[in-house]
């Protein structure tokens, strides 16, 4: 995932219809790029793993600046 509208897109794929969006994020839905399902797949292998391929794809697309400046920091593992 290079994107955030990639990683809404697997979101989306991940939840697969289950549960409710706010309108913000029904809004943010429709940006959403295509995706592949073996790539989903492997998503799904690496959560039940215990890997954060999520908040990592997050970290990547947004700094770290400008997650700080949007309220969001996040704790590294090795803490």
Known sequence: MQTE???VATC??????QGRLS???RRLARTASA??????????KAIS???DPLG?????????SVRRSAGAVY???SV
């Open 23 to 25: 309108a913000i994020e």
């Open 56 to 64: 990592e794809a997050f970290s990547s697309i947004r700094s770290a």
């Open 12 to 17: 989306l794929a991940l939840i697969d219809g």
């Open 35 to 44: 995706l592949n399902p073996r790539g989903i797949a492997a998503i799904c």
């Open 5 to 7: 509208q990639e990683l």
């Open 75 to 77: 704790t590294p593992e």
């Open 49 to 51: 793993r215990g890997a």
